[in-house]
């Protein structure tokens, strides 16, 4: 967060206020829902703010900004309407714009002091290489059509065991579900063979500790948990059940209360974020709101089996390191490669203080 205010950022509020109503008639033609934009090829872009403000701020600052310097070009508002922003002020905001125009339009916002910087947005698939919506929607034979009107995003891994789920589509996650039920019976859970019990003996069981899981999601009515405090859906799905099983499997390692199976922290206080549809898609802002929830509410451990190739979509990193600033511990998926030069996933790849690298599972 900003620090302080100059006199020309004073200024800027004292107009953004006292115009408010004049900028809202004035530019309401130039800040379209996204099927109003005027043009065939978008780009989704997060305009991310130097302090907290609640969205309809936010709003009126970008229309100032991008309104009175580009009356001819089209913009849209992407609403936001998880808890987050419901509940609490936000740093970014999700705009839409022409391609033709997005050069003019990131200049003018980026010419505001009041803005940190202005980013592209990506999505974040289980895929280990980077490639546009267009490729992907060819490849998937019409697949997650929904999100087809965001071209040109860039995609980041989600660390599944490649093996254990060989082609990660609904007939890997079959195949998968199918060797787990021919498989023979485990006699000694992990928790025994890694003496866990020592450390629960001496207190250390979790009680007392926010655990946020940052996956696809946990069942409501998993027989298999007695600690879950919330259960947050960041996603454009209306289901909170976990269609691809990651999500609780990660869960139950954590927090898991079976008496045969438990969790290492069986008494950990657990958050589930669901950030991933059951197509295992996502995207930044998704995440953004979820981490800026779990600063609010003051999660102790967050858990994030996630990584790509690069650290390119910095508004991730960056608040990532923001989460780690504010005393959250962040765990983190490194991959299942290594150890060369750049062959570790971020963020789990970009080291700093206080986060826990850990082999993807």
């Known amino acids: 967060m900003a620090s302080g205010l100059g006199p020309r950022n004073l200024c800027i ?39 907290y403000r609640p969205q309809s701020e936010h709003l009126v600052l970008l229309s100032s900004v991008v309104g009175i310097h580009t009356k001819d070009i089209s913009w ?30 990131q200049r003018e916002l980026e010419s505001s002091s009041l803005v940190k910087g202005v980013h592209r947005q990506e999505i974040i698939r289980p895929s280990r290489q980077l490639s ?11 697949e997650h059509s929904s999100f087809k009107s965001k071209p040109g995003l860039r995609s980041r891994g989600f660390d599944f065991v490649e093996d254990s ?20 019976r485990v006699e000694v859970s992990p928790t025994k063979i890694l003496n866990a019990e020592a450390l629960w003996d001496k207190g250390f069981s979790g009680k ?23 259960r947050i859906n960041w996603t454009n799905e209306e289901s909170i059940d976990d269609g691809v099983g990651h999500g609780t499997f990660v869960a139950g390692v954590i927090g898991g209360a079976d008496d045969e199976c438990p969790g290492f922290a069986p008494d950990a206080e657990l958050y589930i974020f669901r950030v991933f549809t ?73 080291l700093h203080q206080k986060m826990l690298n850990n082999p993807a599972g």
């Open 13 to 51: 509020i004292f107009v953004i206020f006292t115009v408010k109503s004049v900028i809202q008639c004035c530019f309401a033609d130039q800040t379209a829902s996204r099927e109003g934009l005027p043009c065939a090829n978008e780009e989704s872009l997060i305009v991310r703010f130097e302090d």
């Open 278 to 350: 059951s197509d295992q898609v996502s995207f930044t802002s998704w995440f953004l709101d979820a981490f800026n929830y779990a600063i609010f509410i003051g999660i102790d451990i967050l858990n994030l089996s996630i990584g790509g190739p690069d650290a390119g979509d910095r508004p991730f990193i960056e608040k990532v390191w923001e989460m780690t600033a504010n005393g959250i511990t962040v765990v983190s998926a490194v991959g299942n490669d290594g150890p060369n030069w750049g062959t570790l996933n971020n963020p789990a790849g970009t």
């Open 208 to 230: 007392g500790v926010k655990v946020a899981v940052f996956d696809t999601g946990l069942a409501p009515d998993h027989p298999h948990f007695d600690n879950v405090v919330e």
């Open 132 to 142: 546009t919506i267009e490729e992907q929607s060819t490849n998937d034979a019409g």
């Open 76 to 105: 849209a508002w992407e609403a936001r309407n998880s808890i987050a922003t419901q509940s609490y002020p936000s740093d970014f905001a999700v705009i839409s714009v022409c391609k033709e125009s997005q050069d003019q339009i």
């Open 165 to 184: 789920v060989p082609h990660m589509g609904a007939g890997g996650r079959v195949l998968a579900q199918q060797r787990l039920r021919g498989s023979k």
